[in-house]
């Protein structure tokens, strides 16, 4: 089984925490969308979305969040009772995972990078994508919605209505989450789920982001779950590995000088 992700991204580590909660066994491939290696030949053959995460196993290829998590819970089930009597997870935990899954972090983070920096990246992507397309002219059409799409996205950012619908989703969904944690230990219940897997990321963002005072910190039960879901094995692997302390500033400096290389490179 192969995992196409990069740590940065929010559906990746969804996908990642799952693979490890469940003990299933990978090849990781980083693809990271900040440097524009999704906009490769190779990968965006597999997935004209240029979209991470990517599961390929054997000829059958993911592109979806949620279904690529079922997916790896049925193989995990699998595995586990031979095939027999599968116990997968109930209504409540899929309904929390399409809740979570409704909020899209891109603008929301977006708006929160600051506004150098982030029309500095937009730029080299767009080159990326113009670049690509001379070189796969097979899959000009493909790379032209791309294109269009970024410069789509660059508009938006520029309403502030826009951001404020991102927040007001978010502050609906953390207000929701912050009555059941005030219920159970865990999303579901007393049991770790896959609900769990799901909003992890999205508490890792805030925090990336150096929102969590006026996002997590003001809930105190996202606050208690917070230290809580931090100690587990698979956050330390998949998240906390990057994006603790100086492996922060680590993580990101490394995307970041690779970015001012190669447009460096393109000036000579």
Same mark, same amino acid.
């Given at each position: ?15 990642? $925490? ?25 990968f ?43 116990? $997968? ?7 929390w ?10 603008y929301?983070?977006l ?8 029309? %500095?990246?937009?730029?080299? $992507? ?12 097979d $899959? ?6 791309k294109?269009?799409?970024? %410069? ?5 950012l ?6 404020r ?8 969904l ?56 931090k ?13 603790d ?23 000579y």
């Amino acid at each position: 089984m192969q995992l196409y992700h990069h740590p940065f991204s929010l559906d990746s580590q969804k996908v990642r $925490l799952t693979l490890e909660e469940k003990g299933i066994d990978y090849t990781s491939h980083h693809v990271n969308p900040l440097t524009g290696k999704n906009m490769d030949a190779f990968f965006f053959n597999m997935n004209p979305s240029g979209k991470i995460p990517v599961f390929q196993n054997g000829s059958h290829i993911i592109y979806d969040t949620i279904e690529t998590i079922q997916y790896i819970e049925r193989i995990a089930e699998k595995v586990s009772s031979g095939g027999n009597n599968l116990n $997968l997870s109930s209504r409540v935990v899929v309904e929390w995972m399409h809740k979570i899954q409704e909020w899209d972090a891109m603008y929301f983070t977006l708006f929160h990078v600051p506004e150098k920096y982030r029309l %500095y990246v937009s730029k080299f $992507l767009r080159r990326v994508i113009i670049a690509r397309m001379a070189e796969s002219p097979d $899959l000009a059409s493909a790379y032209h919605c791309k294109l269009r799409e970024a %410069y789509d996205t660059d508009d938006k950012l520029k309403i502030t209505e826009v951001l404020r619908r991102s927040e007001n989703h978010l502050v609906r969904l953390l207000d929701e989450v912050e009555l059941k944690l005030g219920e159970t230990s865990y999303l579901i219940g007393e049991e770790f789920s896959l609900a769990d897997v799901m909003l992890i990321p999205v508490l890792a963002r805030l925090e990336l982001l150096n929102l969590e005072d006026k996002y997590i910190n003001s809930r105190p039960n996202i606050a208690d779950y917070w230290v809580l879901v931090k100690q587990r094995p698979s956050y330390k692997k998949v998240i906390g590995k990057y994006f603790d302390g100086w492996r922060r500033r680590k993580t990101l400096l490394k995307t970041w000088c690779f970015i001012r290389v190669r447009s460096m490179l393109r000036k000579y």
